[in-house]
């Protein structure tokens, strides 16, 4: 309860001070970036350079194909693990340099994370499973009850709050999971394979939300999507192959391109 | 300064409600483990549980027994003298201020209490060296002491060259050792002719005693001479008498030895009525059984049928009896010659005169309720021996549940957190300590542990105390030993704390240390 009362005060404190430090506006930072995964003697590399920025409040789409090394980029930058080398920068802080109860305050504070297969707690409801991530962010039971009811609120499952997940829809499922992704209010949104498993019509509404939230709360959303209807929502689009990113567009190269744009290869 | 700080710690109570949550969530494995604990905390309880209560009904039956034992002694002390083996179990037996310490001190002719102390701390040490040799194989006694037994052991160390041949093999069995210090054994043989000579003369003042009392009780023995008295009401003066032959009784036991001989008395005379011919030639027959006296005794307890079939066989002896004695006579009459006098048979005795049945029964059930007190005593006491505290065994036992049930529960739980693989590292992307997923097992394994423990400990104590209520019936509670319960259902539930907590100390270290990556794999 203390823990959680001094963070938000924190928090609040922060805001409030003039900030000294310059804001960067590059909110996420991969500086020639290589992740290898190895098993006896095999070993795979799954990203082999990676040099990028992320600006803040930018949507970001994230194309490959299968096996291009799209989940592990998603790994590296969300500081879920460390690069083999390279450095990742979120923030402008080096997650290499965190150890492991500052890196579950980043991952707490700083990222959402949306995954192909939802994720959720099976045994708790979606309340629950939104208000759990609060309560691991210090923030008292009441207070992360209401929270979590109007996030629920906000991605559209007011109804269905006390449902569990095996008793929700896949897209139902899927705003559950956004709106946990959002429970600490984050900076930064990382989706993998975000309609994968969705049909065209849910899928379309779950990117829908996904844009309002980018346009009305500058949150940073990163996808990792085959989806062509995300193409003209995102700002930029990186395209991976092989654990490289091949290509940049920005949104006025795919507005013109829009109509022969297919995969390139 | 950049913005990043340790993480917060999740509150035990959110901990607890999330525990809950998987728990009831999982409720199939969840029970699977409390299972486990259940039968290991069971298995403990009902071990403690069943020795306490032994214990219990054994103080209890043998404070049933005891006034018994005082009528019993005094006829063995009054009419009986011991074999040197017996009068030194006897002696180390002795509690100091009993009266009983009194007559054996004063029969071994010891005055002060020095003298006491110094006899008794050899018959002690003779004792513990007697149980030594006891305890030794056959083949082991043939080898050290050439197969002497009792006593007569410790005469044959005496001679110097026997002595050296024995430690000579004893050096040679690693796995034996003398009780004591080294030397005290030697000490102690060489002193062994003195001893036995105090245990002799004890044994003869023991002898003299019993040699006057027999004088001045006649040829009826003690117990008659006893019986007289009491029905004379002079018991008193007997006592007195008793005390001058040299065997001084406890004031207070005497109201049971009085006691003791007139349920003798009664039982002598049960015993005499089914001894009666007619009794006895039919008794087989009857009950298709081969009963001694006693058995048939006991067995007349429980069934009037049987006691009035006793009557009924007296009186059918009678009636055999006079039939044939009118036979007799009517013969005999026939046969004498007219005005001289018939000589007649004598009246048969009659059988049945002096059977009263509703004594009989009486006497049936009490000595019924005597011979089961005995026999649950002998029971209790070879079972649950005179000591305190859990056998080497049943420890042992114990310690074996306990490594299955940790094992049980480690298996249980590692299956269950790498099944939730997926969920541990969700939760650490949403910003878990490591930590706090660690705790957060050993707080589930915990719990489970508590219910177990406490459904186990109800269930372990409820059996024992069912089945030995069917045994003992209302001696059970009539020492009922609450304290040890409480005690044991403490020990139950610490157990199952410790138990429960370190089974899950593996798998917790697995799912803290499980990678957040994780979380990303689709499969
Ligand atoms: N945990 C892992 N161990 C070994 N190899 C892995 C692991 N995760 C991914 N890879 C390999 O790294 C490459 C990139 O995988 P991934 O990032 O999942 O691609 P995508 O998400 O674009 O389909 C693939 O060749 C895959 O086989
Ligand atoms: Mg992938």
Redo the contacts with the bound molecule.
Sequence with gaps: MQNAEATTQNGTEQEATPRRRRISPVIIRAVNVTKE?R?GDVV?R?LRGITCEVRRGEFISIM?P???????LFNTIGALSTPTAGRVLIDEVDVAQLNNDELAYVRCKKIGYIFQSYNLVQAMTAQENVMTAMLFAGVIADEARKRSMRILDRVGLKERWFHLPKELSGGQQQRVAIARALANEPKILLCDELTANLDLHTGQEIINLLVELNKEQGVTVICSTHDYRMLDKSDRIFWIRDGLIEKVWERKDVKINLGTIGIPH | MLDVREQARLPFRRMLDLCLDTISYRLFRSAVTVVIIVLAIAFLASIMVEGYLGRSVRDTVVGKTLRRTAYSRFMVRAGHVESIESLLASINALRPGTTDYDNYMAWAGVKTDAQAAAFLKRTRTAGRYLDFFEGLSVGRRALLVRGERDLAIFDWLTDARNRESFHEHLSKQRSLKLPGAPGEFDAFIADWPATRRQLEACRAGYQDTVHRIAALSGPGGVGAALAAAAAENRTEAFFAQVRAAGLRTDPKEIPDILAGIRYQREFNWAIEQLRKQPVRTTWNREWQERFSPTLALRAAADSPARVSWIAGALAKGDAADRARWEKEKARILARTPEGQTPKLPPEPKSWSEGFEAERFTRIAREYAAQAELLEAEQALLNRYGRTAGLSEKAVWLILVSFVVCVVGIANAMLMSVLERFKEIATMKCLGARNGTIGFLFITESTIMGIIGGVIGMVLGFLIVLGRMSWTYGGMLYERFPYESIWYTFLMCLACSLVLSGVAAIYPARVASRMAPMEAMRVD
């Design positions: 995964y098993k795979t799954a490959g299968s096996g291009s090394g799209k989940t592990t």
